[in-house]
């Protein structure tokens, strides 16, 4: 079975544009949650959809929107970035929630 | 102040030793996971314990919860080069989102 991927591996973007990062879950995964990761703040919980709902989300601001489509693929959105955006962004996948996640290569985004 | 917190930090040792990374919650939990990071990379699931007491073995890496489910510590047996990287603890608690630790970055020199 193909593992999680993520789309693109790397951006780069400036301050106040918006970017949108797609996630392919594990085929048969219906859970998807996105992460952010920072050397200050680790690795921080943003979201999480199942069946095309949102389950959970973090403590994040509205500008961190995502989504999910009815074959599992999801995407996180964030709109006018900020230099504090900079970050892996992790997606994983899992059967269901509370299920076991695996995780993606990240998409590495940097600001400036 | 973090609900999960991993020491040490960071952790450097001689290949072929043995070393302990621990993981202690704030707060009881409902399953903790252990994933192993290589810098910039994904996460790679190791094992997940859920039972108070249980202890999970896979290749040279242990992990166990102690029986208060507050803490759970990842033992590497006679370490190699293939073992460095970042290894974090993930706590599931009552909101069934995924609470990472702090992380502890080990080395392993020849």
């Known amino acids: 079975k193909a593992g999680v991927t993520q789309t693109p591996r790397y951006l780069i973007k400036t301050r106040g544009q918006q970017v949108t990062l797609s996630c392919s879950p594990i085929s048969g995964h219906r859970s998807v949650s996105w992460y952010q990761q920072t050397p200050g703040q680790g690795l921080q919980f943003l979201f999480e959809?199942?069946?095309?709902?949102?389950?959970n989300k973090g403590n994040f601001p509205g500008r961190f929107s995502g989504r999910q489509f009815s074959n599992s693929r999801s995407e996180m959105n964030v709109s006018t970035l900020e230099l504090g955006d900079s970050a892996l962004y992790l997606c994983?996948?899992?059967?269901?929630?509370?299920?076991?996640?695996?995780f993606g290569p990240g998409t590495r985004l940097l600001v400036l | 102040s973090q609900e999960l917190e991993q020491s040490p930090q960071s952790l450097i040792v001689q290949e072929g030793k043995n070393l302990t990374i621990n993981c202690t919650s704030s707060k009881t939990l409902y399953g903790l996971y252990w994933y192993k990071q290589k810098y910039g990379e994904g996460l790679i699931f190791l094992m997940m314990l859920q039972k108070g007491g249980e202890e999970k073995s896979h290749e040279k890496i242990t992990a166990k919860l102690d029986e208060k489910k507050q803490q759970s510590s990842l033992h590497i047996t006679a370490s190699q080069p293939s073992h460095a990287g970042i290894y974090l603890c993930g706590a599931v608690y009552n909101t069934d989102k995924l609470i990472f630790g702090t992380g502890t970055r080990l080395q392993v020199f020849p």
């Open positions: 959809y199942f069946s095309e709902t949102q389950r």
């Open positions: 994983a996948s899992s059967l269901a929630t509370v299920e076991t996640q695996y």
